[in-house]
């Protein structure tokens, strides 16, 4: 055998597949061992000695406590995680729906000052009861009719 043999791994399209799987094999398993941390922090069930456990083992033996960890712990990782984003979900529902009844007291609000302006401009009331009546609507209560004297 005179002539040269090349092996498939001296072509560089092979071995540029070979660095571009390592690299991609290298970022999955950072991702993995981050979220595996994020978990033992976020878990509110485990205690505080416990949580120093498996961080120590994950930093310390980090493929074998990463690989241990998902197998003793990773049937509930998911479920954590769903329930995490269901109460951010619910808070920020929560926050819009607050928001909104903020705006609907501010455009009631805005409502009333225009009917009181309405009636002040036909004759209906004088200015002193206008000014009585606007400073109860901005002080959030509703002017009743006591409060506004119709003629």
């Known amino acids: 055998m005179s002539a040269q043999t090349y092996l498939a791994y001296d072509f560089p399209l092979l071995s540029a597949f070979w660095t571009v799987f390592w690299i991609f094999l290298w970022i999955m398993w950072f991702i993995l061992l981050f979220r595996i941390v994020v978990d033992i922090i976020r878990d509110d069930s485990m205690s505080g000695w416990a949580k120093t456990g498996w961080l120590v083992f994950c930093c310390v033996l980090p493929f074998l406590g990463v690989f241990v960890y998902v197998i003793a712990r990773g049937k509930n990782m998911g479920r954590r995680e ?11 529902e929560s926050y819009v729906r607050e928001t909104a009844k903020g705006g609907e007291n501010r455009s009631g609000s805005v409502d009333e000052l225009a009917k009181l302006s309405e009636i002040r401009a036909r004759g209906d009331i004088t200015d002193e009861e206008f000014r009585r009546a606007k400073e109860l609507v901005l002080a959030g209560g509703h002017p009743s009719p006591d409060d506004v004297r119709m003629r």
Not at 84 to 89: F, M, T, V
């Open 82 to 92: 769903a329930a995490q984003a269901r109460a951010q979900q619910e808070a920020f």
